[in-house]
């Protein structure tokens, strides 16, 4: 079992920065990948950003890559999100989650079977 802990969330304008967590506890020793998704009202589950646990290496989706950066503190077993230049684009319910194993794309939500409870960013205009 894995529990995933996000924090972070909140109102901010357009053009401000917010910093996502995600605490994971449990059997976490296993796990291939982190990765954050977003769903907005009426709209799909979409992928985010993912680091590689062990190597560290970031994938992002194109609207975030440059504005959005992944990473992980190992000690803590915990990942971040942090959120620059902010878009009203971007409110969504973000969703941390956990990927057993590397035999399929870390943008692919399928692939993930742990996941946090979600954490509300709300971006104003």
């Known amino acids: 079992q894995v529990q995933l802990v996000e924090s972070g969330g909140g109102l901010v304008q357009a053009g401000g920065s917010l910093r996502l967590s995600c605490a994971a506890s449990?059997?976490?020793?296993?796990?291939?990948?982190m990765g954050w998704f977003r769903q907005a009202p009426g709209k799909e589950r979409e992928f985010v950003a993912a680091?590689?646990?062990?190597?560290?290496?970031?994938y992002y989706a194109g609207s975030v890559k440059d504005r959005f950066t992944i990473s992980r503190d190992n000690a803590k077993n915990t990942v971040y999100l942090q959120m620059n230049s902010l878009k009203p684009e971007d409110t969504a319910v973000y969703y941390c989650?956990?990927?057993?194993?590397?035999?399929?794309?870390?943008?692919?939500?399928?692939?993930?079977?742990?996941w946090g409870q979600g954490t509300q960013v709300t971006v104003s205009s």
């Open positions: 680091i590689i646990w062990s190597a560290g290496n970031p």
């Open positions: 449990g059997r976490t020793f296993s796990s291939y990948a």
């Open positions: 989650a956990r990927k057993r194993y590397g035999n399929s794309p870390v943008g692919n939500s399928y692939g993930y079977d742990y």
